[in-house]
Nanobody, 118 residues
């Protein structure tokens, strides 16, 4: 059974930083593409960042480019999202996502709330 468990959310200050972590189990982590999505109240779930199975390539939403960094540790089965220069618009529930390359099966975490406010 695949499980993705996010942690590290909470209250952040505008201009501050938070680091999200997603612990994966039940899958061959080093073969999985990993992503972070977010969903703000009343809005659709949007892709924030993507990292390939090897970690060699990353992509970001324009709204977070230059501020957020996705990374992974295949030895620890974890993916991270370092969020710097936080803005109130970053307030959302952040979800971890996994998919094997070439597969249509998708796995989601339960989400972690990030609130950016002074």
């Amino acid at each position: 059974q695949v499980q993705l468990v996010e942690s590290g959310g909470g209250l952040g200050q505008p201009g501050g930083s938070l680091r999200l972590s997603c612990a994966a189990s039940g899958l061959t982590f080093s073969s999985a593409v990993m992503r972070w999505y977010r969903q703000a109240p009343g809005k659709e779930r949007d892709l924030v960042a993507h990292i390939t199975s090897s970690g060699a390539s990353t992509n970001y939403a324009d709204s977070v480019k230059g501020r957020f960094t996705i990374s992974r540790d295949n030895a620890k089965n974890r993916v991270y999202l370092q969020m710097n220069s936080l803005k109130p618009d970053d307030t959302a529930v952040y979800y971890c996502y996994a998919r094997y390359s070439g597969s249509k099966l998708e796995y989601w975490g339960q989400g972690t709330q990030v609130t950016v406010s002074s």
